[in-house]
């Protein structure tokens, strides 16, 4: 029924930060990550092995020099042929490591950044934009299918959500958190504007999906490897619970290239895991940045609700798909609402209309859905693109038609948008 409504010279990596646009802090993160590091094995190495190596070579330098506690191996990562794990190593253990025959990279840990989400006065809904092919005054409100994202999960890996919001209805969970020692409310306020633009009652684009919480950044600070630590849990438990074709997982946390979580990324691809990423707001190519480079995400930047290119939504052929991120309304902690914007919430956008989609037609694998959003998609409305595929997020206009056999009507020309106001 349908409704109106890399190597360790890099030690000086940049951060990563969350991917809404925001003001730039003149104070330096506490959290402090000297000497740790995410190191990946090769696919052949026996991992358990390996660890009991590497904790022992820890213990016995730890004996030698007790100036200062090196804690060893924090988080492990093992998804289909991937395996990692992360942690904070004494310079000698670093030493042996590095000519280890198990290696295959190792990338120094990093900082996730954000300041705060942005507020602006003057946000408008952006739902629109995703249920019309063009920008017309006649189109109003926003068609879509009342039961899109019934029996279907986002999994938001994020600052946290405010799972008891009433726009939820019920339907938001505290699923995991990284961090046990915190607790899961979301300080940052990012997490939760994330989750409403994918599936709550008034804001989403999904209004019955179920929206689970991982929490990997307590603060608006934290390492790149408690993100991938919250991914490598996301991934575990949609296999674990045979939810591969009834979830996606959302990533609106960004950073430089890192070719550790873009093989983590690939990896669970490859286990019939559907990952969309934010492509950042760095104002730079995607490549430089992840995960979001990582080929088999589906990447989306961002425009502003005249379907330019948001000056800071990073761009490239390494983009799969543009959607609304500028002057978004959503939720927010205690029950209220905040407009917001970023790639973060461009993400958000296409998470919502994938998971309505995938929940019409169980997909056989992530290419699939990839495919049919891509499909869906748009085509040469948007300004600004700097080298990016020209597609726009579209929901189908809330029809089922086409996407229980994947023949999806050729989108017809439209004219307007791309242009600035």
């Known amino acids: 029924m349908l409704k ?3 190597a360790l010279a890099a030690v000086l990596s940049p951060l990563v930060i969350l991917a809404a646009v925001v003001p730039a802090s003149s104070s330096d993160s506490n959290v402090d990550l000297s000497d740790k590091y995410i190191i990946t094995l090769k696919s052949s190495a026996d991992m358990a092995a390996h660890i009991d190596h590497v904790q022992a070579l820890q213990e016995a330098q730890t004996a030698q020099d007790s100036a200062v506690t090196f804690t060893g191996v924090k988080h492990q990562y093992n998804i289909s042929d991937y395996q990692a ?6 310079p000698s253990v670093m030493a042996q490591l590095h000519s280890h025959a198990d290696i295959d990279l190792i ?4 900082l996730m950044r954000a300041a705060a989400v942005v507020t602006q006065s003057d946000a408008s809904s952006s739902l629109t934009l995703i249920s019309h092919r063009g920008l017309s005054q006649d189109h109003k409100g926003y068609p879509y299918d009342s039961t899109a994202g019934q029996n279907m999960y986002a999994y938001v890996i994020d600052t946290g959500v405010d799972v008891g919001h009433k726009d939820f209805e019920g339907r938001a969970y ?3 958190m990284v961090d046990k020692k915190a607790g ?12 409403g633009i994918i599936g709550s009652k008034t804001f989403g684009v999904a209004k019955k999906v179920k929206i689970l919480s991982v929490k990997a950044m307590e603060e608006p600070t934290g390492p790149l490897s408690d993100t991938m630590a919250g991914f490598d849990w996301a991934v575990k438990d949609i296999i674990a619970h045979k939810r591969r074709q009834r979830s996606v997982i959302n990533i609106s946390l960004t950073g ?8 983590a990324v690939g990896a669970a691809f490859r286990q019939g895991v559907t990952t969309v990423a934010a492509a950042g707001n760095d104002g730079k190519e995607v490549k430089e940045s992840s995960p979001g480079s990582a080929p088999e995400a589906i990447t989306v930047a961002s425009t502003n609700l005249h379907r330019v ?3 800071e939504s990073n761009f490239g052929a390494g983009i799969t798909i543009f959607a609304p991120g500028e002057e978004i309304l959503s939720t927010a902690p205690g029950g209220e609402s905040k407009p917001v914007s970023g790639t973060s919430m461009a993400a958000a956008h296409v998470t919502g209309i994938a998971v309505y989609v995938a929940g019409v037609k169980r997909f056989a694998d992530p290419r699939s859905l990839k495919n049919i959003i891509v499909k869906l998609a748009t085509p040469k409305v948007v300004g600004d693109v700097k080298g990016s595929p020209n597609l726009f997020a579209y929901n189908n206009g809330g029809s089922t038609v086409g996407l229980l056999t994947g023949e999806i009507p050729r989108p017809p020309r439209v004219i307007g948008g791309g242009q600035l106001p």
């Open 4 to 6: 109106q409504a890399t």
């Open 107 to 110: 990338e120094p840990d990093t």
């Open 174 to 176: 505290n699923a995991h």
């Open 256 to 263: 430089e290239h890192s070719a550790s979580f873009n093989r």
């Open 85 to 90: 794990y992360s942690g904070h190593f004494h």
């Open 309 to 311: 290119r948001a000056k």
């Open 184 to 195: 899961f409310e979301d300080k940052a306020a990012h997490g939760t504007a994330v989750a």
